[in-house]
């Protein structure tokens, strides 16, 4: 399968614990975009990087949350000191080099804040 | 900031029915792409709109764009149980970033 992958596809934790989530994209994809995704509600974006540069981040995003695509390829999310809020899906996304390319999304991991 | 409401939230249509979501944006929209969402999965890409008044159709599925660029809407013909899912309009951001503004979505149940 060469879509774009996520691990682990559920994450259950403790409050106050840190989690860190991994997305590969589909290989020859520029752009790779985060996204959160609560119940009833459409994904809300979160980060986005082109190659290695995160050019984007969402209010949405707290500084304990971060992001890195060390070498424009596989992506991690961590998130530090997780809140029951946190509790969501995060949905990874990858796509060529346009910004109206349409987004690839990988399966998603569906985070448990205890 | 950008918003993208869609409406009906939810719609329960008996199989051959007729059904449609609209989309509306609070500012205009450079495209809107439509992704479908069936149940425990990952949203999926339908089809892009970058014109004004643009129509494009994809068997049963016809999708519009407003000649505002500010709507949107997907029509389908005689649905199918395997049309069920939750169907999400999301406009693309301003900037180059390409990151998407969705919709809460319409999900869509069809009764056998």
């Known amino acids: 399968d060469t879509g774009v992958s996520q691990d682990p596809r559920h994450k259950i934790t403790k409050r106050g614990q840190n989690v860190t989530f991994r997305c590969d994209p589909i290989?020859?994809?520029?752009?790779l975009y985060w996204y959160r995704q609560t119940l009833g509600q459409g994904p809300e974006f979160l980060t986005y990087?082109?190659?290695?540069?995160?050019?984007?981040k969402s209010r949405l995003l707290s500084d304990r949350f971060s992001a890195e695509r060390p070498k424009g390829s596989f992506s991690t999310l961590e998130i530090q000191r997780t809140e029951q809020g946190d509790s969501a899906m995060y949905l990874c996304?990858?796509?060529?080099?346009?910004?109206?390319?349409?987004?690839?999304f990988g399966p998603g991991t569906r985070l448990t804040v205890l | 900031g950008q918003q993208v409401m869609q409406i009906p939230q939810y719609q329960h249509v008996q199989e051959g029915e007729d059904f449609t979501t609209y989309c509306n944006s609070s500012t205009t929209l450079s495209n809107i792409q439509w992704y479908k969402q069936r149940p425990g999965g990952h949203p999926v890409f339908l089809i892009q709109?970058?014109?004004?008044?643009e129509v494009k159709k994809q068997k049963r599925l016809t999708f519009q764009f407003g000649e505002a660029k500010k709507n949107s809407s997907l029509h389908i013909t005689a649905t199918q149980t395997t049309d069920v899912g939750t169907y999400f309009c999301a406009g693309v951001g301003s900037g180059n970033t390409g990151k998407l503004i969705f919709g809460q979505g319409t999900t869509l149940q069809v009764k056998p």
């Open positions: 990087f082109q190659n290695e540069a995160q050019l984007e």
């Open positions: 996304a990858s796509s060529f080099g346009l910004a109206r390319d349409e987004q690839f």
């Open positions: 290989s020859e994809h520029n752009r």
């Open positions: 709109l970058v014109k004004s008044g």
